[in-house]
């Protein structure tokens, strides 16, 4: 920090070089910096460098003025955030026929389809962990709050009837709380070919709706979508 600010103070020419080269700085702090210095460039290549590109592109529209480079920079990053502010600068720049409309309908375009792209690559990944063989603890987890059907849920997994049965008997006894015991039950005795779609299945047909929405939420959830991309498709075949 201290070699840029002094460079910042002392010697512009010599800015760029130490943000190129150098990466243990405060990058939003120096950038801010370097705005108030009117070294925009500087700016906008440290916002581009961290990765901050609705940063990077608010110099090129608020600071640069160069809508053309905005539009090239938004093309590179093709992020929704990043089409937005550069649609928004265009729909207050008129092009040279006069009719600002013209210039903001790519940018309008380009956030409606990287959105859908987005969109739809959210449910293709959501249609392939469908077929994923659940984890029983996440199953457990979602379905916990409704014990007293957990003996017909046991049944659509394929869970034996020894181990419904001694399943029903701690809940009886009222060690339901002990989940930990009653998953590892589940565990050894859960069917492999269970998939996530039969879950789902399985809680509509016993009008569990809340509990399926829940379900759907939760399969859609970045971390759950890493963890079951790892693990094989069932095979039905």
Request: charged share 25%; proline share 3%.
């Given at each position: ?179 930990d015991q009653i998953l590892q039950k589940w565990n050894e005795a859960v069917s492999s070919d269970v ?43």
């Amino acid at each position: 920090n201290l070699l840029i600010l002094t460079a910042i103070k002392a010697d512009q020419t010599r800015v760029m070089k130490y943000i190129t080269q150098l990466n243990n700085y405060s990058a939003p702090d120096i950038a801010i910096i370097a705005i108030s210095s009117e070294l925009y460039e500087e700016a906008f290549a440290i916002f581009k460098k961290h990765n901050d590109n609705t940063s990077a592109i608010k110099v090129l529209i608020n600071n640069i003025h160069d809508l053309d480079r905005a539009h090239e920079f938004a093309i590179k990053c093709n992020q929704p955030p990043v089409w937005s502010l550069l649609s928004e600068a265009q729909q207050k720049e008129p092009t040279k026929t006069g009719d600002p409309s013209e210039v903001t309908q790519v940018g309008k375009l380009h956030v409606s389809q990287t959105r859908e792209n987005t969109e739809n690559n959210d449910e293709r990944e959501y249609v392939s962990i469908l077929k994923k063989s659940p984890e029983v603890g996440d199953v457990f987890n979602l379905t916990k709050s409704h014990s007293t059907k957990w003996d017909e849920i046991a049944i659509a997994l394929e869970v034996d009837e020894s181990t419904r049965t001694s399943v029903q008997h701690d809940i009886q006894l009222g060690d339901n709380g002990k989940l930990d015991q009653i998953l590892q039950k589940w565990n050894e005795a859960v069917s492999s070919d269970v998939t996530w779609e039969k879950i789902l299945q399985v809680l509509e047909s016993m009008e569990l709706s809340e509990t399926a929405s829940e379900v759907k939420q939760f399969l859609k959830k970045p971390s759950i979508i890493k963890k079951y991309s790892k693990a094989r498709d069932f095979d039905s075949s």
